[in-house]
């Protein structure tokens, strides 16, 4: 239902956190499907982690997939270096290549994990100083990561933080001066502990959904500690995940996560201007992503539907937001000076 005809214009989108699955997940997503979810989304730069299979840790490995994802995608697309417990001694050289380096401290989907405090400091060594040390950390491991950035004056950066003690001591290492930045997701903004009984294993992933008392500390830094929103797109096919042993741990969300936000901003939880900070600004500073002349998303704030308002994109084909009601439609997307997607149909995407 359309109430009158503001309109409103963002800048490209950044999604700084989505999982592409090529190599070797592309019955879950590949570049074409993801990038079209992006755009789908308003979303016209993507940042892909390395837990593919094999994973993304070595410089061959690194531009191949590059060089596929810049052939196939849709939308601007720079992939993450990963590191395994064989790869630490490269990171030198691994440095010339990648923007950015995802290390994951905890237990998630893929084989990446890293243990051991030796390891970390020497990754925190290693790892180029002017470029993003990303983190997957959870509870003491996310305090380790302040370590790293005290102890190496290096810059880290928290993927998905999503709980109230994470986020207090995030923001207490930036009121010290740490050069520390972090991103929190959609779902832990918009979705509790109670949602995942509801939603089952269509509502695990890592880190887990948490508490209401989680949720309101994330929303009391929303205009403050928190530097950006990213999906952490991590699509796994139905079947995959309604399997009886060990379902895989992740939501798709590239197409739900600006949507959630308008509508936020409809509740005036949130304003637009912060939107497109967190979405925008922050994510294409911390990352120093190239400029997108020419490039734009439009927005009706006002019109009113259930999400999704289109078929959704994503080669996973669900969503733990479906049947929402969301106040805020994404218009058209503009990419250098191209009409790249109009009322939720992606041009140049045969289904
Ligand atoms: C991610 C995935 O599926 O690759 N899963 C998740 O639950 N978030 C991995 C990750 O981001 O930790
Ligand atoms: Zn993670
Ligand atoms: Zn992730």
């Not at 079209?36 to 061959?60: H, K, Q, R």
């Not at 994330?218 to 205009?223: E, G, K, T, V």
């Not at 500073?285 to 927005?299: A, F, G, K």
Request: a negative charge.
């Amino acid at each position: 239902m359309k109430t009158n005809n503001r309109l409103m214009k963002f800048p490209g989108l950044a999604d700084v956190h989505v999982h592409l699955r090529v190599p070797g997940g592309e019955q879950k997503e590949d570049y074409r499907t993801g990038s079209a979810a992006a755009l789908a989304g308003g979303f016209t730069t993507l940042m892909a982690m390395p837990n593919t299979n094999p994973p993304i840790t070595t410089v061959e490995g690194w531009q191949a997939a590059q060089e596929k994802a810049a052939n196939e995608s849709l939308c601007d697309v720079a992939l993450f270096m990963g590191v395994s417990m064989s790869s630490i001694e490269n990171l030198p050289e691994l440095g010339k290549f990648a923007p950015a380096l995802k290390l994951y401290m905890d237990l998630t989907f893929g084989d990446l994990r890293i243990e051991g405090m030796d390891n970390l400091e020497r990754i925190a060594e290693l790892w180029p100083r002017g470029k993003v040390l990303a983190l997957h950390a959870e509870g003491e491991s996310v305090r380790t990561g302040l370590k790293l950035a005290e102890k190496f004056h290096r810059r880290v950066h928290f993927c998905h933080i999503s709980r109230k003690d994470e986020i207090e001591w995030i923001a207490a290492a930036k009121a010290q001066g740490l050069p520390v930045t972090c991103e929190v997701t959609p779902h832990h903004l918009f979705l509790t502990e109670a949602d995942a009984v509801r939603l089952g294993s269509l509502g695990d992933m890592r880190p887990r959904l948490a508490s209401q008392s989680d949720v309101d500390a994330l929303w009391a830094h929303i205009n403050t500690t928190i530097d950006c929103v990213a999906s952490d797109h991590a699509p796994h096919t139905l079947a995959e995940k309604q399997a009886m042993l060990n379902p895989p741990p992740g939501v798709p969300g590239l197409e739900s996560t600006l949507p959630l936000l308008l509508n936020a901003a409809a509740e005036k939880r949130i304003s637009y201007e912060r939107i497109i900070s967190l979405l925008s600004t922050n994510p294409r500073r911390i990352y120093s992503l190239p400029e997108q002349p020419d490039t734009w998303v439009e927005i009706d704030p006002d019109e009113s539907y259930e999400f999704p308002d289109h078929a959704l994109y994503t080669k996973c084909a669900w969503s733990p937001f479906l049947g929402m009601h969301i106040k805020g439609r994404i218009l058209r997307v503009v990419l250098r000076g191209k009409e790249v997607a109009r009322d939720g149909l992606v041009h140049d995407f045969a289904r």
